[in-house]
C-alpha cells in the first residue's frame, strides 16, 4: 500500500524513484555477424560469441517524469550502490523530499547505507516486499532496455557495452514519459 500510494499519490513537492540494479549484464561480441532483414526473411545471427566480461547497470526511474538516472559499474557492491544514491540525491533540487523505493537485496540494507540515510535525512526508503519486485516500476524499464539493446546487441568491450547503455538512456530521455499505473478491485466485481 505505501508504494502503490507513492505512485498514485505522490507527497506534493517530492521526488520519487524506483531504483535497482541489473546485474551481470554480459559484453557479447557475435563471432559470426548479423545478417540483417530481406523480403521474406527475419535477421538472423549465429549463436557463437565471445564474452568480454560482465557490467551492473544502477538506475533510477523519476516517477514524475518517466526519466532515468543510470551508471553502470564494473561490480555489484553496497558501496556502488551509495554511490548512485548520492547521484540521484545531487539530482533533485535542495530542499525536496525524496522517496527511493527498492527491493529487499541485502545491498540496499548495509551500514553503509544506513550511514547515508542518517547524513540524507530529506532521503525515505520504501522497500517492496519480498518477492514483489514487480511493483518497483524500474523493472519494467530494465525489461525495455534488455529487449532494445542487451538481447541482441554486438559489445566489442564492456567499455562498449557500458557506452551503448549510456547512449540508450540519452535516447530515450528525450521522449521519457511516466508510466501510469491503475488498479481494479477484483474482489467487489458485479456478478
Known amino acids: 500500500a505505501d508504494i502503490i500510494g507513492l505512485y498514485l499519490r505522490p507527497p506534493a513537492h517530492a521526488a520519487v524513484f524506483c531504483v535497482d540494479e541489473k546485474s551481470a549484464i554480459q559484453a557479447l ?6 545478417l540483417p532483414l530481406s523480403p521474406g526473411r527475419a535477421e538472423r545471427h549465429g549463436f557463437e560469441y565471445f564474452r568480454h566480461g560482465t557490467l551492473s547497470l544502477y538506475a533510477a526511474l523519476n516517477t514524475a517524469s518517466g526519466e532515468v538516472l543510470g551508471k553502470t559499474a564494473n561490480r555489484h557492491t553496497s558501496a556502488e550502490f551509495v554511490v548512485f544514491l548520492q ?14 523505493i527498492a527491493d529487499n537485496l541485502s545491498t540496499h540494507k548495509t551500514k553503509a547505507v544506513e550511514a547515508f540515510l542518517r547524513e540524507h535525512p530529506r532521503v525515505r ?4 516486499p519480498t518477492y514483489s519486485s514487480w511493483l518497483n516500476q524500474v523493472e519494467i524499464w530494465f525489461s525495455k532496455i534488455q529487449r532494445d539493446i542487451i538481447a541482441r ?10 557506452r ?11 521522449a521519457a514519459v ?3 499505473w491503475s488498479y481494479q478491485n477484483t474482489a467487489k466485481r458485479i456478478r
Open 164 to 174: 551503448k547503455i549510456m547512449r540508450y538512456i540519452r535516447h530515450y530521455n528525450k
Open 87 to 100: 547521484e540521484v540525491v545531487a539530482s533533485v533540487e535542495a530542499g525536496r523530499q525524496i522517496h527511493i
Open 29 to 34: 561480441d557475435r563471432l559470426d555477424p548479423v
Open 178 to 180: 511516466p508510466f501510469r
Open 125 to 128: 526508503l520504501h522497500f517492496t
Open 153 to 162: 546487441g554486438v559489445f566489442e568491450s564492456r567499455a562498449d557495452l557500458a
